[in-house]
């Protein structure tokens, strides 16, 4: 029986795929740190890509709410991304909050030795300062229910690889500190 042709997952670069996943509050500063390490390591040839949960639910996962199941669901379909995106070779930046430790060990079950998880550690104050689209207002406001670290549990991550404190560590440090795990 025929299944037509296969996908070469040859990695492309010599840089070992890995898929640095960047968990932490709205407002902690993933995506900002994802977009600089993407651009850093892009800079020095590295073949690099980031998936953004913003990104994959106005498309992928648009047919996803924010009951727990369907952010259980957001989070296994983009592991599946990621996964697929470090089989070509890629170093995967993936910021998404994924505020449960069981949805977490799923992830690293689905992506295996790829996996690093950095934590983005942020205090929920400082992250309600920066409200960088104003969801912490809304939330306290109660327009938003199930607002993780308001309405929401956000479980921290007690054994990530990596944990960055941006209130105290800068953007530019927080890249190279990465960097240097690669």
């Not at 997952?9 to 640095?20: D, H």
């Not at 993933?30 to 980031?50: M, P």
Request: net charge negative.
């Amino acid at each position: 029986m025929d299944n037509g042709p296969s996908l070469d997952m040859t990695p492309i670069n010599q840089t070992s795929p890995k898929v640095l996943w960047l968990v932490g509050l709205s407002g902690a500063g993933k995506s900002t740190i994802g977009d600089a390490l993407v651009d850093r390591l892009r800079a020095d040839g590295i073949q690099a890509a980031r998936l953004d949960g913003d990104d994959l639910r106005v498309g992928l996962n648009s047919d996803l709410g924010f009951s727990p199941q369907d952010r259980s669901e957001n989070l296994r379909r983009a592991a599946h991304v990621a996964k697929l995106f470090a089989n070509l070779g890629n170093v995967t930046i993936a910021s998404f909050i994924s505020p449960l430790a069981s949805d977490r060990e799923a992830i690293k079950q689905i992506l295996g030795d790829q996996y690093v998880e950095v934590y983005i550690k942020t205090s929920l104050a400082t992250c309600e300062e920066r409200d960088p689209k104003g969801l912490y207002k809304r939330a306290r406001s109660g327009e938003l229910k199930q607002f993780t670290g308001v309405s929401a549990a956000f479980e921290h991550p007690e054994a990530a690889d990596v944990v960055i404190e941006t209130e105290s560590v800068s953007i530019l440090e927080a890249v190279e500190l990465l960097r240097s795990i690669l």
